[in-house]
């Protein structure tokens, strides 16, 4: 499948109710700007001001330890948690503004979960093809041919018909990444998709990822499969305490970070083995 970016929407650079905020000038389109996010859970800070940017095809990798705030600032961009304060763009568009459709935001933003959260009571098929009926109004014929390409793509063409208790946890996650890409996001969100998997189950779904990164599809990923980390991203982004402390290629953050806490995040993920 070759990515049909910027097919729905807006354009690249700045969107009707949104100002584009200012360039960079390297010429790559930017798919989505963080900009000065705060986000609290009662009295406690989660977030703290966080400044993000993906340019079209970056693949940046989130990592850090648990409750550093990863999921939240996913959560956050596809606007399933309010902010406190900061602002959001999608290709140049401020989806954070009081006026933005936030259902049509989250049409643009695939997001997938650990836990797969698929419709138990539904075909593979009938889970891929609900959204893109229902929400995008494309005919159950246009649907299914589509889901059908992309359930080919990754392998679980044989498995349409099946309910999703009869997929092991790496194909329930494959057809929730299918699910997710069916409805043509600008930007996919993934939050360890791979924690709830046995071991050799995990590969399966890496290679999906890889497949989708190199078609180009813009992605954050939250994870804490470091070895996927350093081969995928085009940037690795440490999360501390609700900060991005340190961001950089993954050779580089991996091998000469220059943070005391990343350098001791990295020396306990290696002394687990994980690295
Ligand atoms: N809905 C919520 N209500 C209250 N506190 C929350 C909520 N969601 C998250 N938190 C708190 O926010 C902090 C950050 O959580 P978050 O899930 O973003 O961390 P994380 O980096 O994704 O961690 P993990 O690696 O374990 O997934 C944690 O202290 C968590 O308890
Ligand atoms: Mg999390």
């Known amino acids: 499948m070759s990515r049909t970016t910027g097919s729905r929407g807006v354009g690249t650079t700045a969107g009707p109710s949104g100002q584009a905020p200012a ?10 700007r963080v900009e000065g996010v705060w986000k609290s859970f009662g009295a ?52 954070t ?14 997001i997938v979960f650990q836990s797969f959260n698929l419709f138990p009571h539904m075909s593979v098929l009938a889970n891929v093809t609900l959204a893109p009926c229902k929400v995008l109004g494309m005919s159950q014929r246009e649907a ?21 208790d009869r997929l092991s946890g790496g194909q329930q996650q494959r057809v929730a990444i299918v699910r997710a890409l069916a409805m043509e996001p600008d930007l996919l969100l993934l ?8 071991p050799e189950l995990v590969a399966e779904v890496l290679n999906v ?5 190199r078609g180009g599809m813009t992605m954050l990923i939250a994870t804490h499969e470091m070895g996927f980390a350093r081969d995928i991203a085009t940037r690795v982004c440490f999360l501390d305490a609700g900060v991005i402390l ?12 220059r943070e005391a806490r990343t350098q ?12």
Do not use: Y
């Open 264 to 275: 001791q995040f990295l020396q306990r993920i290696v002394e687990a083995g994980r690295l």
């Open 97 to 110: 503004a009081p006026t933005a459709d936030v259902n049509r935001v989250r049409r643009r933003i695939g």
């Open 209 to 213: 990822i890889r497949e989708l990164a």
């Open 144 to 164: 299914g041919e589509r889901a059908v390409g992309l359930l080919d793509r990754f392998g679980l063409a044989d498995k349409r018909d099946d309910f999703p």
């Open 44 to 95: 406690t800070p989660v977030l703290r001001g966080i400044d993000l940017e993906l340019a079209e095809h970056d693949v940046v990798c989130l990592i850090g330890a648990s409750g550093s705030g990863k999921s939240t600032l996913l959560r956050c961009i596809n606007l399933l948690e309010p902010l406190d304060s900061g602002r959001v763009f999608l290709e140049g568009e401020e989806i």
């Open 246 to 257: 340190e961001q950089g290629p993954a050779a580089e953050i991996f091998s000469r970070p």
């Open 23 to 32: 360039g960079s000038g390297n010429g790559q389109a930017r798919a989505l």
């Open 191 to 198: 939050d360890e998709i791979t924690s709830a998997l046995d």
